[in-house]
């Protein structure tokens, strides 16, 4: 065997440089990428950020120049004894609305996507019809339905009762979409192999769909709580003489003097509801769940949507 | 399982009992006498100024064994809409520019007894033959708070004051005036900056020049202000330096240190008058009467003119009132402007309504 003339090393291939045209056009797209996240990021926060900065102005009246840092508001709105009960309702009304929604409409989601049966459609456009209805002519009818209640009936008074019943009414179909969603993309092949392999129904739910549907149920959860806390529409018409937060606040809202407490009790909100989330986010996370998971079934929650308009459509 | 479910759902269904238990109305359990033999539940369905915690916790404190609940509106037309839907209370707030009279014609309010309601023969007499208040020789609500509308100004960029509402569209201020967003002030201002002397009953030719002079001077106007958190951020922000306004606007600017007036303008004043009255249906009437009595009780109408420099329907506020809380409220004056425009509602309110939207639109 001859010895290999070892070859000489060959030079490094020239870096070859995009067309001028090219690079500017990159540049643009990365720009308008930049001032597109930077128009969304202020649209969206700017608010919250001014509402948090103008908590702490010493002035009544919401507007520049800054006259002085105070924090005097939080203690004002917490000695508030009618924002404390109107926040404690609020907080009572999601608690319930939120896991009840959760468990309607999770099993009203297995009904439309594990079943198949005569008045299916009809069920599909019922279920989807408060979340295309205004919530104001949810709320209307919601004061009518219970007034003539109350007239026929003599006890069924307008409360936190009939709100957190309408809000359910509003709010399930919500989870019903998200967890939907997660249903359709999962293969029910897995399910079946459960069963060849003799897991019993409830062992195949436990083992194997709840952990594919976990992510979707927490973000459901959470909307559906959010939801039901922010609600003012549906709350409104539907509450009689209790205060819930919204429905106070705005209220309240008609003299300026109360609005620097307002800004202060919707700044800790504000931060409770970012904490609520990102301690969720925690959660899913060390279970394998995580953005990827949670973003995947707010996005998927357009599909059974579409599919249940489909079905009522044609 | 099935077991677990049902306490599950027997749980929730106790939960959200207990939990929402509250506002339904108890009966009450005296006819009338002393504070503390009143009971049951009375529902008040006001303006959230009628319930702020400052100004009602002497009710409350007088008349321990009233559990006094209550619901805030957010104008009148709203507060028709709702009761029309079926929401009942005992006593209900109105305004005679907004809804007194829809309400006594729509049956929402019921006659009052006056034998009830001592203070009633101290109230200013301008008010009692407002629109609403007596209806076919019956009274349906109680005055008990005005006000006036007139000109704002920064008097640090307006050097001599306005005097009439045409200064609101003097074109020196373009860009820097603002209207109140409300059909009845708005198109009464331009009105009166028209010449016309009785905008309530104008004709329909009238209120057509009112509705071109307004989209015609439309660029006049920065905004059209809605909330008095509106119109005093835009004085203090220095966007507006002229606006219609009321005199607890200009207070609250003053209290701020900025130095922004109040004066009536030559041509009228618009008068808003609120009050309260008894819903038809209501099931507490002797803490009803009771609440009303209250309000129109000096002590009560003192607060307000100290608070919200309002003007009161109670005369014996004069008597009592200090003398810079007179002037500031213009307590000895209900009424009695030169020139002034009682709060009244049109007589075809959903043609200014529709005239309004068209300006706001144009």
């Known amino acids: 065997m001859g010895a290999i003339a070892p070859t000489a090393p060959q030079a490094a291939p020239p870096i070859s440089l995009a067309p001028a045209s090219i690079r500017w056009r990159r540049r643009v797209g990365r720009g308008a990428r930049v001032a597109f996240i930077g128009v969304t990021m202020v649209v969206l926060y700017g608010p919250l950020v001014l509402l948090a900065v103008f908590s702490f102005n010493k002035s009544q009246i919401i507007s520049l120049p800054w006259a002085g840092f105070t924090t005097k508001w939080y203690p004002e709105a917490w000695n508030n004894s009618d924002l404390r009960a109107s926040l404690v309702n609020s907080t009572i009304v999601a608690l319930i609305v939120a896991p009840t929604c959760l468990v309607v409409g999770t099993l009203m989601s297995f009904a439309l996507t594990r079943f198949r049966f005569k008045s299916r459609g009809l069920v599909s456009g019922l279920v989807a019809a408060p979340l295309i209805l205004p919530w104001l002519v949810i709320g209307i009818a919601g004061l009518l339905f219970f007034a003539q209640l109350q007239k026929i009936m003599g006890f069924f008074h307008l ?98 003097a109360n609005l620097p407490v307002i800004n202060a009790i919707s700044t800790l909100i504000s931060a409770a509801q970012v904490v609520m989330i990102l301690f969720a986010w925690r959660i899913l996370r060390s279970r394998g769940g995580g953005a990827e998971a949670i973003l ?19 | 399982m099935s077991r677990a479910l049902k306490c599950l759902a027997a749980t929730m269904f106790l939960t959200v009992g207990a939990a929402c238990s509250g506002g339904s109305s108890a009966s009450p359990t005296s006819s009338g006498g002393a504070p503390a033999a009143l009971s049951g539940t009375l529902r008040l369905f006001a303006y959230s100024d009628g319930f702020a915690p400052a100004y009602i916790k002497p009710f409350r404190a007088q008349y321990p064994n009233v559990n006094l609940v209550t619901s805030a509106f957010g104008n009148g037309d709203e507060a028709v809409a709702k009761m029309q839907a079926g929401f009942q209370a005992d006593v209900v707030n109105s305004c005679v520019d907004e809804n007194t009279l829809t309400m006594v014609q729509d049956g929402l309010y019921q006659p009052l007894d ?40 920064n008097a640090d960029v307006i050097k001599t004051p306005p005097t009439s509402w045409t200064d609101l569209f003097n074109p020196v201020y373009k860009g820097r005036a603002a209207i109140e967003d409300n059909s009845t002030t708005a198109i009464d201002i331009g009105a009166l900056a028209n010449g016309i002397t009785d905008p309530i009953n104008m004709t329909s030719d009238q209120l057509d020049t009112v509705k071109n002079y307004l989209i015609a001077n439309k660029s006049q106007f920065r905004t059209y202000w809605q909330s008095d958190s509106d119109i005093t951020s835009l004085f203090k922000s220095g966007e507006v330096v002229i606006a219609s306004g009321y005199p607890g606007n200009a207070q609250i ?16 004043q618009m008068l808003w008058t609120c009050g309260y009255g008894i819903q038809t249906g209501a099931s507490n009437l002797d803490a009803a009467y009771a609440l009303i009595n209250w309000y129109l009780d000096w002590h009560q109408e003192l607060f307000e003119a100290k608070t919200w420099s309002y003007q009161v329907a109670n005369e014996l506020v004069l008597k009592h009132a200090p003398a810079d809380i007179i002037q500031q409220a213009s307590l000895n004056a209900p009424y009695s402007y030169a020139n002034a425009i009682p709060a009244s509602p049109p007589a075809d309110r959903q043609a200014w309504t529709q005239v309004w939207q068209e300006v706001k639109a144009a």
């Open chain 1, 159 to 256: 409360s936190l009762r009939t709100v957190v019943a309408t809000q359910i009414v509003c709010t399930f179909p919500l989870v019903t979409a998200i967890v939907s969603a997660q249903l359709l993309r999962f293969d029910k092949t897995q399910e079946e192999a459960a069963i060849d392999l003799g897991a019993s129904r409830m062992e195949v739910l436990r083992y194997v769909i709840m952990p594919h549907i976990t992510p979707a149920l927490a973000a459901a959860g959470i909307f559906a709580f959010t939801w039901s806390f922010n609600n003012f529409e549906i709350s409104y018409f539907t509450i009689g003489f209790q205060q819930i937060f919204p429905v106070w606040a705005y209220g309240t809202l008609r003299n300026s």
């Open chain 1, 296 to 314: 995947g079934s707010l996005v998927a929650d357009v599909e059974p949507q579409v599919k249940i308009i489909e079905e009522v459509v044609g």
């Open chain 2, 114 to 153: 006056l034998s009830r309601i001592p203070d009633w023969k101290n109230v200013f007499p301008a008010m009692k033959t407002l629109p609403g208040v007596v209806v076919g020789g019956k009274t349906y609500m109680i005055p008990v708070d005005a006000g006036t509308a007139g000109l704002m100004y």
């Open chain 2, 253 to 268: 600017l003053q209290r701020e240190g900025y130095n922004v007036k109040f004066v009536p303008a030559k041509e009228g």
